[in-house]
Each structure stands twice: as structure tokens, then as C-alpha cells.
């Protein structure tokens, strides 16, 4: 929507002087505020030299021009409030004995900005504890009150009351469903530049949050209710505002750190690989394809972390990451194995399969086909496929020994081109910075590597129409520019 078709709601933010960090504190939620589009009245901003300091106030609460009043309540406001002292004392006259007969209570909002130390009780006024307040009082509650104020002044609740006779909805239908995963990155955004301190913590936090929120795509199948490749894909197609909160937290991981640390990625992939197979414990009939919706998931989310880190060249990240051992739980949980990324790609019959033969899409993939319609308008397709390649040859190239390669699924859904990517191997500053993802040290090393690739083999035949890294680079060519 644009803000020339929505006036800015005006508001009024009333608060005790308590201290110059209490003030400095005040500022910065009304400067945050008119950023997001709220005109605020302050007394710093709009109490001038000569006006009448109480009839200022008294216009402030009664105009009905303000459609907020933003009572800010931390102890110096509690106290000057219940003793009738000072502005505030004044202010509290004006809205607990005139005000709140004859206006809509719901245009004053108590805003928490302290608690008691040895209780945790909010420094309310006696006469507004009975109201519901917006708690802001601390940094781990500030985002998530924040955005609840910001809903109230834009009267834009998180819950509507839904018509009777109706199912019950989310915030908006054509809204896709609300996750924990996305306040998480509003408070990582806004940490970045307040708070780095916190910036480990809410890695690990969305990260646990997301592995969590997988729980509400597990399902029981009964054969003959439903289709099982069905169920699968609709799973799918639901991941998919969880998935776009991923891929928001991995380029705030990109911006806030000049090298991002891949420890947490690595056991991220460890546990969400888990989610692929029956749960330790898990008794009862079950088929191995009702899992395959988190296999799609793993698949995806791990190449667009790739792509992720391509794009905002992290590629000592990158190269941690594919150069990790991650360590997975046997499918009977009796102990782990070491795995290379490789085996993040997975099959997922019901869809390759069970689905392609159902309907009869006569597709190569059935996975990569619904990979290709769920790319974003930053990541799109052709980065994607550069990406799948890319995993495909430095499998290939690796010197650890591996069971399988990455098999890049998506290769046969563009047309053919040449990999950005090894194309920049042209220039010799190119290769002393990406050097570490062929696992050699210098243009001599990396053109023999190149030189010897041969294409894997399996008894399908399933590689024989990707490109080779000749098709996209010569040797000569190779560090041929400074």
C-alpha cells in the first residue's frame, strides 16, 4: 500500500523527565516512530519558547487530531503521577478526571519503559493498571512490543475478529501465516546497529525457532484418505513463508558480519537433516515418503544459502560450509556418520515418482520443477542453477572421498550459459579469493584440478547432459587477466 493513499496517524507522547537516559530513550522511540510513518508530537520538537507549558499539554491529550496518547511509564512517571506533581501530575488531572468520560479509552496506551527491580511488576500509575499496556521495557521484549505499537497506531491488530459462521483467519486471507521466525529477524535488523552484543544470540534463537516451527508440517498418512504425494506438496507450498524468513536471516548474517561464522549453520543442517527420517522412538506403520516434504526443504534451504553467499561474496563462509563434515544420526539412531553437503540432496520419490507418473507431468524432476517456480525476484532462476552446478563440480573436484556427489537437478530448466562464477576465473584477484573452494593454492594447481574433471558416473546415466567446466571456462583462459 502506499503511504500516499494512508494519512500519517498523529500522536502524542507524554512522559516524566526521570533522567537524560530516560529522555535519550524517549527520542529514539519517537525518531523510530516518524520513521515508520507516524507523525509524533513531542514537547523536545514542538514546545517553543513562550507557549503555555500546561495549556500545551491539556491541547495535546484533548485534540482530536491526536488519535494516540502514548503514556510512557517508567518510575519518575509513576511517582510524579500518583503524587499529582509537576507536568505530569498535571497531565494525569486532565486524562483520569476529563478525558476518560467522554473519549474513546483506546486512544491512550500505557507504554512500559521500566519494571520494578525486586518485583518485575511495570511501573504503572495506580489509575491506568487496570488498562492493557505495550511492554518495551527491556531488549528482548522491545521488538515484539514494538511492533505491537506500531499495530495499535496503524489499527492493523494481529487477530481479526473473523465474520460469524466463518473459519477463523490470519492478520489479512491473502496473507501468508505469521511466524516467531520473523519478529526474530526484526530484532537481528534492528540489533545490528543498537545492540551487536545480542547478534549471537538471536543467530542461535532463529535458528531453534525455525527447527521448531517444522513440527507443524509433520503428518500421520492413512493410505487411501489422500494422496501421500499430495500431502507432500501442500506441505511444500506451506514452508514457504518460514523458508522466506531463512533466506532474510541469511543475508542479515551477510551484512552484519565481514565473515560469517558457519558454526551455527553447520549444526542448523545437522538437525534439520533429521527431520528427514522417522523420529527416534517413532513406532507404528509409516512410509519412508512422508518425510520427503523436509528433504525438499533441506535441499532448498542449503542452496540458497549457496546462492546467499555467492551473491554477497562470502566465500570463505561458503567454503566452510562445503568443506565442513556434518555429522548425522543413523536412520535407527544408533549412533552418527560423517557426511559431506552432498547428502542434503536428496531423492523424494513421492514427487520424482509417485507424483510425475500420478499426473502424468512427464517431468526430468518434479522436485527441481517446483524449486524453479519458488525462486525470488533477488535469487532467480539462472542464479539458482549456478548455483546447483557449482555444488555439482566442486563435488566432483573435492579432494575428500565421498559417497555420492550433489547431482544439480535444476540444470535442465535453463538454457544453456556460462557460469558467472567460473567465468571470473579469467582473473588472477578472482582466484586468490575464491582459491579455497577448489581446495588449492595456486592458477597452476587450480588448472590441473580443472583439467582432470570428469564427470560422475552413475548406472542411470543421469550426468550425461550437465555442461562440463570447460564448457564454461578453457584452460587457457584461466588467471589469463591481472
Not at 64 to 73: A, G, Y
Not at 114 to 122: A, K, N, V
Request: net charge negative; with cysteine; aromatic share 14%.
Amino acid at each position: 500500500m502506499s503511504d500516499k493513499t494512508v494519512k500519517p496517524p498523529k500522536i502524542f507522547i507524554s512522559y516524566s523527565w526521570t533522567s537524560q537516559a530516560h529522555e535519550d530513550w524517549v527520542l529514539e522511540l519517537a525518531s523510530r516512530l516518524r520513521d515508520n510513518y507516524v507523525d509524533v508530537v513531542l514537547d523536545k520538537w514542538d514546545l517553543k519558547e513562550g507557549h503555555d507549558i500546561y495549556a500545551f499539554m491539556e491541547s495535546m491529550v484533548r485534540s482530536e487530531e491526536i488519535e494516540k496518547v502514548l503514556v510512557i511509564c517508567d518510575k519518575g512517571y509513576k511517582t510524579k503521577a500518583e503524587g499529582r506533581s509537576g507536568g505530569v501530575g498535571t497531565e494525569t488531572q486532565i486524562i483520569s478526571k476529563q478525558v476518560y468520560s467522554d473519549v474513546n479509552q483506546e486512544k491512550f496506551i500505557p507504554i512500559v519503559a521500566e519494571r520494578d527491580i525486586e518485583t518485575g511488576e511495570p511501573a504503572i500509575p495506580i489509575y491506568m493498571q487496570s488498562r492493557k499496556y505495550i511492554d518495551l521495557s527491556s531488549p528482548d521484549q522491545f521488538e515484539k512490543g514494538y511492533e505491537e505499537l506500531l499495530r495499535n497506531v496503524f489499527n492493523r491488530p494481529v487477530y481479526r475478529k473473523p465474520a460469524l459462521g466463518a473459519l477463523p483467519t490470519w492478520l489479512f486471507e491473502d496473507a501468508p501465516a505469521h511466524y516467531r521466525t520473523a519478529n526474530i529477524n526484526k530484532a537481528i535488523k534492528d540489533s545490528i546497529t543498537r545492540n551487536p552484543q545480542r547478534l549471537s544470540s538471536l543467530t542461535q534463537e532463529f535458528l531453534e525457532v525455525f527447527l521448531d516451527s517444522l513440527g507443524q508440517f509433520e503428518f500421520e498418512y492413512k493410505h487411501g484418505e489422500v494422496e501421500l504425494d499430495e500431502l507432500v506438496f501442500e506441505k511444500i507450498q506451506e514452508m514457504l513463508t518460514l523458508r522466506n524468513d531463512y533466506l532474510e536471516f541469511v543475508e542479515l548474517q551477510c551484512s552484519s558480519q565481514s565473515q560469517v561464522v558457519v558454526e551455527p549453520f553447520i549444526r542448523f543442517f545437522e538437525q534439520l537433516q533429521q527431520k528427514t527420517m522417522r523420529p527416534e522412538g517413532f513406532s507404528g506403520t509409516f512410509y519412508e515418503e512422508q518425510w520427503d516434504h523436509f528433504k525438499f526443504l533441506v535441499r532448498e534451504v542449503f542452496l540458497f544459502t549457496v546462492v546467499i553467499f555467492i551473491d554477497k561474496m562470502q566465500y570463505q563462509a561458503l567454503s566452510d560450509l562445503l568443506q565442513s563434515t556434518y555429522f548425522i544420526p543413523d536412520r535407527d539412531y544408533s549412533g552418527t556418520q560423517a557426511r559431506t553437503y552432498d547428502y542434503f540432496d536428496r531423492y523424494c520419490r513421492s514427487l520424482d515418482e509417485i507424483r510425475n507418473k500420478r499426473l502424468e507431468l512427464r517431468k526430468v524432476s518434479v522436485t527441481a520443477d517446483i524449486l524453479m517456480n519458488r525462486v525470488t525476484e533477488r535469487y532467480t532462476r539462472k542464479k539458482l542453477v549456478q548455483a546447483d552446478l557449482l555444488l555439482y563440480y566442486l563435488s566432483v573436484l573435492s579432494d575428500t572421498e565421498r559417497s555420492w556427489v550433489w547431482y544439480p537437478r535444476s540444470h535442465v530448466y535453463e538454457e544453456y550459459y556460462k557460469l558467472d562464477f567460473l567465468q571470473r576465473l579469467r582473473s588472477k584477484r578472482y582466484i586468490e579469493t575464491v582459491k579455497m573452494l577448489f581446495e588449492v593454492q595456486n592458477i597452476d594447481t587450480l588448472k590441473r584440478k580443472i583439467e582432470s574433471f570428469k564427470h560422475a558416473h552413475r548406472s542411470n546415466s543421469v550426468f550425461g547432459g550437465i555442461p562440463s567446466i570447460t564448457d564454461h571456462i578453457s584452460l587457457e583462459e584461466i588467471g589469463l587477466y591481472p
